[in-house]
């Protein structure tokens, strides 16, 4: 199979995550589509890894899924706790807690 393949799935995956960051209201929606913009970075650099017969992309990919093991640790825990707060998962409604 073609590695631009992987690529173009790669941007497909990352333009729907980007749309989902920049239209949906829902906290957990917006966190989901950050971690498919996250998953479609990965795929670009095993893809580009594999197209230069070098693990260097492998190990970026293997990092940045370790920050995404601790994003989602601290991101659950405060959605969880804006939930508590003020039983909505809205990221308008998180501005609230400024006041």
């Given amino acids: 199979m073609n590695p631009d ?5 790669s941007a497909l995956l990352f333009t729907i995550g980007a749309a989902g960051v920049l239209l949906r209201r829902n906290a957990i929606i917006v966190f989901m589509c950050v971690e ?7 795929l670009a650099f095993v893809a580009f890894a594999r197209t230069h017969g070098n693990l260097d992309g492998q190990v970026v990919a293997f990092f940045t ?4 093991a601790c ?3 601290v991101g659950l825990a ?3 706790s804006i ?3 003020r039983r909505s998962a809205s990221v ?6 400024k006041h």
């Fill in 65 to 68: 899924m370790v920050v995404a």
């Fill in 78 to 80: 405060i959605i969880v």
């Fill in 36 to 42: 498919l913009m996250l998953n479609a970075c990965n």
């Fill in 71 to 73: 994003e989602v640790v």
């Fill in 83 to 85: 939930f508590r707060a």
């Fill in 5 to 9: 393949n992987y690529l173009y799935l």
């Fill in 92 to 97: 308008d409604d998180a501005s609230l807690l």
